[in-house]
């Protein structure tokens, strides 16, 4: 392996030189306490910078077995590092030409902790994968700067950024046991009949709607409800107490600008853990928890919605629904099945984003239209049912319908941002006022039938090219000649989770779409593959850029793609 001084010698050799020069350096260089590898070499100086790989043995870098013993800790700790690599990089990047030379760019973590493609800490090694714009003057190579940022640069942000020694161990500590701490927790709810568990004086509120950071002036720290009260022991913080939400049907209820949707927002990202410091680091919930809303415009492909919507004009199937344009409600239906056929076993839904006809259908509304002439049963009326046959809860903000009492479990009142409990109070008023609505269905609900995608109707070519696909931010997959909306899909928090994701449409494509397997057994062997290979299973390049996806979000990516086709039986 060429060592860093012939690295540098070659790299002044080709100044002056065009930029495809740079193709000749492609491979590995040991330096003296870590071996760069160079992946890809960008096409020119504009196009997408190129893919560069560090690796510091165990025995350089001193990572202590505990920082990463487990995959909640080593998760924790990578989401750490590449903190720390993304800072040392901005305090050293310097502009060393035209376009995009001399950046040097880590895939940067929010508030979220997931496994990253971009850091692996091992116990043989370290491994940091970034970006770097190889710097060029016009469409001539700069050897000199290149060979500064290379050869001096990395060196030291490898150094500073990688190395236990140079980082701070007690925030190390805090990373890897609050991640340890949250995953143990949510690994317990089900055993003590909680959906979700917020800890006392949890931060919920955010900055703003496009930050994400805990609010910092003026939050008003979660506050249990003694009748929700239950404790846990952590693994490292010991005991811990908050409030816990049952299984079962819990209504979120409270006036307006109250904190409701902030504490089902809380409620969502809990299938996540946090770091430390953002607020929500004990706010854990049931991981197949799947947010549902309405989404008209969506695509809909031969999903059974009739436990909700039946007798549609013109006779329409609605066992078999499909359309280019869902309603409000046609999409709120389709997304609740969707969602149960991958396996969720917890519904979260706001008022705020609900189809209201979707919802409710109140006594004048049931006097005016009989039942026979209103193809939707509404969600009150299924959603005991949902409970009852197929053991999935419900956590349903509603500051609107009273008639949601009826069918409540648990009511909690949201007043001022300190949630009480009001189950006793909200059935005392059942009583004493009934509605007088009939209830329009008492059936079962039956489980999702599986549905079998035809591998011909996932096809990622696009004019001469055979596969062309790629993500456009945090919302938009461009698969073929096919552009997929995830705007509704709220769980999708980070942008390479959406790049894992459309990698994995594609290895969909590739391994397990057969029109034989259903589309839960495609979503299976994938996810399986990723636990037992790795991120990197999903793609034949070494990036740098994906974290891990839930199967809820890629299922719902595969279901949005509007050239999807399926059927039922094999
Ligand atoms: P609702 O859904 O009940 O109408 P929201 O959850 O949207 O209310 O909250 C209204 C506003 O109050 C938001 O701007 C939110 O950030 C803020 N907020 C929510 N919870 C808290 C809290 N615990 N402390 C301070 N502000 C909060
Ligand atoms: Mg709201």
């Given at each position: 392996m060429p060592d860093q001084n012939q690295l540098r010698d070659a790299l002044i050799a080709i100044d002056g030189r065009s930029y495809k020069a740079y193709k000749e350096l492609r491979g590995s260089y040991q330096f003296s306490d870590f071996s760069l590898y160079i992946d890809h070499v960008q096409g020119d100086p504009f196009a997408a910078p190129s893919r560069l790989r560090v690796e510091v043995a165990q025995d350089q870098a001193g990572y202590p077995p505990h920082t990463h013993a487990n995959a909640s800790r080593s998760n924790a700790l990578g989401t750490y590092l590449a903190g720390q690599f993304d800072r040392h990089c901005r305090r050293l990047q310097a502009r060393r030409g035209s376009g995009k030379s001399g950046l040097i760019e880590?895939?940067?973590?929010?508030?979220?902790?997931?496994?990253?493609?971009?850091?692996?800490?091992g116990d043989r090694c370290v491994e940091a994968r970034f970006a770097v714009g190889l710097p060029a003057q016009g469409r001539r190579v700069l050897g000199r700067q290149a060979a500064a940022l290379l050869c001096d640069d990395i060196p030291a942000i490898v150094e500073a950024a990688l190395h236990y020694a140079q980082n701070d161990a007690d925030e190390i500590d805090r990373y890897v046991q609050?991640?340890?701490?949250?995953d143990f927790l949510r690994a317990q709810l089900a055993t003590r009949g909680l959906v979700a568990f917020v800890a006392e004086n949890s931060i919920l509120p955010r900055r703003s709607g496009v930050d994400d950071r805990p609010l910092a002036e003026d939050a008003i720290p979660f506050d249990t409800?003694?009748?929700?009260?239950?404790?846990?022991?952590?693994?490292n913080a010991g005991p811990v107490s908050g409030m816990g939400i049952p299984h079962g049907v819990t209504l979120i209820a409270g006036g307006g600008f109250h904190g409701k949707s902030t504490l089902l927002a809380a409620l969502e990202r809990?299938?996540?853990?946090?770091?430390?410091?953002?607020?929500?680091?004990?706010?854990?919930?049931?991981?197949t928890a799947v947010k549902i809303r309405a989404e008209d415009g969506r695509r809909v492909e031969s999903v059974d919605i009739s436990p909700f919507i039946d007798n549609l004009p013109h006779g329409r199937d609605t066992r078999h629904f499909r359309t280019d344009n869902a309603s409000g409600s046609t999409s709120q239906a389709t997304n609740i099945i969707e969602a149960l056929a991958a396996g969720a076993q917890t519904l979260l839904i706001d008022e705020d984003t609900a189809a209201t006809n979707f919802m409710i259908r109140d006594h004048r509304m049931q006097l005016l239209v009989a039942k026979d002439r209103e193809p939707i049963t509404p969600f009150i009326d299924r959603v005991r049912a949902l409970y009852e046959h197929l053991g999935v809860s419900t956590v349903l903000v509603v500051g609107g319908s009273g008639d949601y009492f009826d069918v409540a479990d648990t009511v909690v009142a949201m007043d001022k941002y300190i949630p009480q409990e009001a189950t006793a109070r909200a059935k005392t008023i059942a009583a004493e006022h009934p509605t007088q609505r009939q209830r329009e269905s008492d059936e079962t609900f039956s489980p999702p039938l599986p549905r079998i995608p035809l591998p011909q109707s996932l096809d990622p070519s696009r004019g001469r090219r055979e596969v062309n696909v790629k993500t456009r931010?945090?919302?938009?997959?461009?698969?073929?000649?096919?552009?997929v909306d995830l705007s509704a899909v709220e769980q999708l928090v980070d942008a390479s989770q959406t790049r894992a994701l459309c990698a994995a449409m594609l290895y969909a494509r590739e391994h397990y779409v057969d029109g034989k397997r259903s589309l839960r057994e495609i979503l299976d062997l994938i996810m399986r593959d990723i636990a037992q290979h790795g991120l990197d299973v999903l793609d034949r390049r070494l990036v740098g850029d994906h974290a891990l996806f839930r199967h809820f979000e890629l299922a719902a990516a595969l279901n949005r793609l509007r050239s999807l086709q399926v059927v039922d039986e094999r």
């Open positions: 880590i895939d940067t973590p929010a508030q979220e902790i997931l496994q990253r493609t971009c850091i692996h800490v609050i991640a340890e701490d949250a409800p003694d009748s929700l009260h239950v404790e846990f022991t952590l693994p809990g299938v996540y853990n946090h770091i430390p410091g953002d607020g929500r680091e004990l706010v854990v919930c049931d991981p931010g945090l919302r938009t997959v461009l698969f073929g000649e096919e552009t």
